[in-house]
Structure formats: C-alpha cells, structure tokens
C-alpha cells in the first residue's frame, strides 16, 4: 500500500488561486543488495547473489562506457538512458550570437544522465500499486513581505558573518519554501535596483550586495 499527499503549488501568479497536485509519499529506499537479494530468493530465478551484483557491476561500468561515448541504451523493461553535456561550474554559458569568448570542450563536461522509463515498467507498477490517501502538505508561507524579505537579505548580507548568501540561508532568513525562495532570489538577483546580485551556477549560485 502506497500513500499519496495532496501538495499545495506555490502561488507563482499571485492571484489567490491555491492550485495542487498529487505526489507519492516516500516508503523509503531499496538498496540493491535488498533488490538483489529479493530477486535471488523469491523470484525464483536461480541465481547466487553474487553472481547477480558481478552481473549489474558489469552491466553499469558498459553503460557508463557506452553513454560516455554519445549512446543511448535501452534497458528493456526498465528504460532509456543518455547523457546530458553543460558549461563547467566555473565557466558561465555563452550566447548564440553574442561577442563573448565561445566554449570549447575544455569547457564542457557530461554533467548527467536523463532517465525515460519503459512503459512496460511503469505499467508493471501500476498493477501493483494501491494507493491510500494521506494527508494535505501546504507551501511554507512566509510571515514577511516581499519588501521586507528584501530588507531581512540585505541585512544578513551586510552585517552577518559572511559576506554572501546561499538558499539555505534564505529560507532560514524568511521562512518560505525552498523553490519559492529560489525563484525569488533569481527576481531580486535579475533586478539591478534591488542590491542584490547572483555568482556562480547551479548548487554553487551565491548572492552578495551589488
């Protein structure tokens, strides 16, 4: 039996309209020493445990070799994987067009892997998923203004005991959740009448008064 949550959207429009959708909640993880030793003595197919992890070992190191090398591989049953390329971290991604230094691939590296899922899995998963509800998880509200969250950063930044801000340090600042705190730091970061501005990329973006 699985629980599922209905979970509030942030109000990104803010026209009152409280929108929501539905999200599994987590049981927990399967290890694959778990998964393997489920497969080996109760799905009846007749193989050692370490017969099984050699098998997988082998099978992730081709993958990784494959996909490292342009390939898609297909998993029947179980899905496609291919690789996703992105501008280092300590690189920032050039225009189509414009007259900045362009990336080589010394700049570039294989930043992912995507994953689509065989219809054959998630139809195996359906037959066996029985769903019974939870409860109601609501966005984290912020008891501050925008105005005011503005000041509270501005605050943390000039008279705090770092010079700079990362989203933890936001959401502790003003109580929002983590993805409306981020779309807020990037308006304030895109908005040079704000004082604040964005550096670095991805997990590493930090802000600092500008």
């Known amino acids: 039996m699985a629980i599922y949550i209905k979970q509030e959207m942030p109000d990104l429009n803010k026209d009152g309209n409280k929108l929501c959708y539905y999200r599994m909640q987590s049981s927990g993880n399967v290890s694959t020493d778990e998964l393997i030793h489920t497969i080996c003595y109760h799905g009846g197919v007749g193989l050692s445990e370490s017969v099984l992890h050699s098998a997988l ?45 362009k990336r080589n691939a010394q700049s570039l590296e294989l930043k992912g892997v995507s994953y689509r899922a065989d219809n054959k899995l998630v139809k195996r998963a359906r037959s066996h998923c029985r769903l019974e509800r939870g409860g109601t998880a609501r966005v984290n509200r912020s008891p501050y203004t925008k105005a005011e969250r503005l000041q509270l950063a501005k605050d943390f930044l000039s008279t705090g005991a770092k010079p700079y801000m990362n989203l933890s340090d936001y959401v502790q600042l003003t109580h929002l959740s983590r993805s409306s705190a981020s779309i807020e730091l990037r308006t304030f970061a895109a908005d040079p009448e704000s004082g604040i501005t964005a550096i670095g990329r991805t997990t590493h973006r930090v802000y600092i008064l500008g």
């Open 57 to 101: 070992l082998e099978l992730s190191r081709e993958m990784a070799r494959k996909i490292a090398d342009g390939y898609s591989v297909t998993l029947d049953g179980v899905g496609t994987f291919r690789a996703t390329i992105g501008v280092k971290d300590e690189k920032e991604m050039d225009t189509l067009d414009g007259n900045e230094t």
